[in-house]
């Protein structure tokens, strides 16, 4: 808006009417004192200010307008028919006017100044604005900046009061902070320390992990700088993301070498306590044997004594189990690959399910006649375990689906569906665990958790892979896939590859 100041309304009749016409909008007054008392309450873009007024001139009305932050950088066009000497134009300059035009006023010079300084004027507000909003932008960015540092000192803080070696990186993988413990450590702050000459790179097992974004979690063998022992080290790291974006890791290495060591015992103990158990229970399982053969059909005692003979199998089971546990963590677990025909062992399995559990119905699905190369026995296990565990856990219905096939990639594929309890999803990644039990279950069936655990070594010496589908209350489908013999000519799989454990 422009404000036309002159004390006679002829001349504010003539300006206003020429700048709306131009479409300017326009304000006015008849006096000085009026005109400051609207530049007080009113914002405008420019000045047209007549010098010839009473009681308060131009240039008074001017001197008095700088003095005021809300206008003093509005331009001021003074407009005189009587100070036109070059000491008035000179005040009006002095005063706070930004152009003097005398009169009488030539209209399209006057059109253009305002124009100009209209132009200027719109100029000057947006590019305010803008410092507004860049003000605005760069005060929330400091205190956006303010609260990552914050959370950031909160972060080290906790991590430097941990016992354990931990770390920060940026989202790149590249170490930002590491606590005191880590110096212990490592020479650098920038660099991991040194693991275990038979361990895999850690650096090359990192780049992995900031790849695929994935946590990383591992065990390795790391020193501390003044020893010369080795202990193992357990390293977790897990990424913080702000929406799906990845904005740094979080990292720490645990010291585990006495849980290590405490598993060792123990796996020791198993292993002795299995190999002296052995002994006496093949003598009890002779003797049992032998007494249920020499006596008679009608003997009332023969029930009890083909019971005891069932408890003792389950016995026996259970400590082959144990004793391939151990042989498992000592690396002593033999295999007796040869090629061998896949229908047999199934059909066999099955045979001694049946016999074991007469009142199970198993449906057979599929195709089981190909050839194999592996150890059969070792297989037949595992085809056991799975049926055994179909039964166990679907008391309700007795029925049981094994289904076999070829798949695409030339393996056999043999899945076991039972229509009992089901697994829940969380419990799923962990069922073939050493020792593991799912909670709800652990206290209605019997077992300790290992048969899974050996089907698993056993199907990954064998390069192939296994899983579990299952809902609660809806059964569940174990499953696993082997590679089949390779045809005529080729070399037979040796199963020397390890490939490492996939819970599906």
């Known amino acids: 808006m422009i404000l036309i100041v002159d004390d006679k309304p002829e001349n504010i009749f003539s300006l206003k009417t020429i700048?709306?016409?131009?479409?300017?909008?326009t304000d006015t007054a008849s006096s000085g004192e009026e005109a400051l008392k609207k530049i007080l309450r009113n914002s405008y873009a420019l000045i047209i200010l007549d010098v010839q007024m009473p009681h308060m001139d131009g240039f008074e009305v001017a001197e008095a307008i700088s003095g005021y932050s809300k206008a003093r950088d509005v331009p001021i066009i003074f407009l005189s028919a009587v100070s036109t000497d070059k000491k008035f134009i000179t005040r009006g300059y002095t005063s706070g006017g930004t152009d003097y035009i005398t009169k009488p006023i030539d209209t399209d010079i006057l059109l253009l100044k305002v124009k100009t300084f209209y132009r200027l004027y719109e100029q000057n507000r947006e590019l305010n604005e803008i410092q507004a909003s860049l003000r605005s932008e760069i005060e929330f960015r400091k205190k956006v900046q303010a609260e990552i540092l914050e959370?950031?000192?909160?972060?080290h803080s906790i991590l430097e009061s941990i016992p354990q070696i931990a770390f920060t990186t940026r989202a790149d993988g590249n170490i930002e902070y590491v606590n005191r413990e880590w110096l212990r450590y490592s020479s650098s702050g920038h660099a991991f320390p040194s693991i275990h000459?038979?361990?895999e790179d850690l650096a090359l097992q990192w780049g992995r992990a900031v790849a695929s974004g994935e946590p990383l979690e591992l065990e390795l063998r790391m020193r501390r700088k003044d020893q010369e022992q080795y202990r193992f080290y357990l390293l977790r790291a897990m990424p913080v993301k702000e929406?799906?974006?990845?904005?740094?890791?979080?990292g720490t290495f645990t010291d585990i070498e006495d849980q290590k060591e405490a598993v060792r015992k123990k796996d020791e103990f198993i292993s002795i306590a299995s190999h002296e158990l052995k002994t006496p229970l093949t003598t009890i399982k002779a003797y049992v044997q032998l007494l249920e053969r020499d006596m008679e059909e009608t003997n009332p005692v023969k029930t009890y004594v083909e019971r005891t003979l069932i408890q003792v199998r389950k016995l026996d089971n259970l400590i082959a189990d144990l004793l391939d546990i151990s042989k498992i963590e000592s690396g002593k677990l033999k295999f007796n690959k040869h090629s061998f025909r896949f229908a047999p062992i199934l059909s066999n399995a099955i045979e001694m399910i049946?016999?074991?559990?007469?009142?199970?119905t198993i449906v057979r699905k599929g195709d089981a006649e190909v050839d194999l190369y592996g150890d059969e026995i070792r297989i037949e296990q595992v085809i056991l375990n799975y049926l055994s565990n179909a039964v166990k856990y679907s008391p309700?219905?007795?029925?049981?689906?094994?289904?076999?096939?070829?798949?695409k990639d030339n393996h056999l594929y043999v899945a076991v569906k039972d229509f009992g309890i089901g697994i829940g999803k969380e419990n799923q990644?962990?069922?073939?665990?050493?020792?593991y039990r799912v909670e709800d279950t652990a206290n209605r069936f019997q077992g300790l958790g290992i048969g899974l655990y050996i089907c698993a070594e056993i199907i990954r010496?064998?390069?192939?892979?296994y899983g579990v589908e299952s809902e609660p209350g809806h059964g569940s489908l174990f499953y696993f896939s082997i590679p089949l013999k390779r045809s005529a000519g080729g070399n037979e799989p040796t199963g020397a590859a390890e490939a490492p454990l996939t819970n599906s």
Request: charged fraction near 30%; charge should be negative.
């Open 396 to 407: 309700d219905i007795k029925e049981i689906e094994i289904e076999t096939s070829v798949t």
């Open 429 to 435: 990644a962990h069922i073939f665990s050493k020792f």
């Open 197 to 199: 000459p038979d361990e």
């Open 19 to 25: 700048l709306e016409l131009h479409s300017f909008p």
């Open 354 to 360: 049946g016999q074991t559990y007469a009142d199970y």
């Open 151 to 155: 959370r950031a000192n909160e972060l």
């Open 461 to 465: 010496r064998h390069q192939g892979k």
């Open 243 to 250: 929406g799906q974006k990845i904005v740094k890791w979080v």
